[in-house]
């Protein structure tokens, strides 16, 4: 049974490019929520989807966007990227609800420079 | 909104010692709570969670956290200490209702060390 796995695990990019994530859920859940963790830190919520909506967004701007497919799978997107975006970018899935566990995946290594 | 405070960025224990991680949340609903262990290079691994059923939880691995509503605070413990436990602990928060539904709100994370 596979769990959450994202792509690509590492990733330079230099200050104004953009970038996609992608993250494929655990087998059975229709949830996708992302985290941006700066080093040092915890996790921080960037957004969830589920049934291809976003249903929930934390404090980050719009130059964040993401997207859910029918499959589940989803996309994390960052535009104009600065230095600042430099995190380890995770996604958890999970079913429908706020008592659902969350499973994360390894995450996203995500260097700017 | 929520908020978790995790107090003591490192603990440090010898092998075979009790384990405490402490944890106080502010929320303005119902909060459900969580705590998660994260490796070097991996994601986060669920511990246990707290969703008002038992005021004691038990999870995997040995560790067990109490939630106290009088002193907004949910501490996890480990009775004895594995070389294994060293990783980096996070508690997190969340709602059933508002802008909290579903969205995990992490504290600042503490670092165990275990010593031989």
């Known amino acids: 049974d596979a769990g959450v796995t994202q792509s690509p695990t590492h990733l330079i990019k230099t200050r104004g490019q953009q970038v996609t994530l992608r993250c494929s859920p655990k087998?059975?859940?229709?949830?996708v929520s992302w985290y941006q963790q700066a080093l040092g830190q915890g996790p921080q919520f960037i957004f969830q989807?589920?049934?291809?909506?976003?249903?929930q967004r934390g404090n980050f701007p719009d130059r964040f966007s993401g997207h859910q497919f029918p499959n589940y799978s989803s996309e994390l997107n960052v535009n104009a990227l600065l230095l600042g975006d430099s995190a380890l970018y995770l996604c958890?899935?999970?079913?429908?609800?706020?008592?659902?566990?969350?499973?994360f995946g390894d995450g996203t290594r995500l260097s700017i420079l | 909104a929520q908020s978790v405070t995790q107090l003591g960025s490192h603990v440090s224990v010898s092998e075979g010692a009790l384990v405490l991680l402490r944890c106080n949340y502010s929320?303005?609903?119902?909060?459900?709570l969580f705590w998660y262990v994260q490796y070097p290079n991996q994601g986060l691994q669920l511990l246990l969670k707290?969703?008002?059923?038992?005021?004691l939880v038990k999870g995997i691995n040995g560790f067990e956290a109490e939630f106290k509503k009088s002193e907004t605070s949910f501490h996890l413990t480990k009775p004895s200490a594995h070389m294994s436990d060293a990783a980096e602990y996070f508690c997190?928060?969340?709602?059933?209702?508002?802008?909290?539904?579903?969205?995990?709100?992490f504290g600042q994370g503490t670092i165990l060390t275990v010593h031989p």
């Open positions: 997190a928060v969340t709602g059933a209702g508002g802008t909290s539904y579903g969205k995990l709100t």
């Open positions: 958890a899935s999970s079913f429908w609800g706020p008592l659902q566990p969350q499973h």
């Open positions: 707290y969703t008002s059923a038992a005021t």
């Open positions: 929320s303005s609903v119902p909060p459900y």
């Open positions: 989807y589920y049934e291809e909506e976003e249903r």
């Open positions: 087998s059975g859940h229709d949830t």
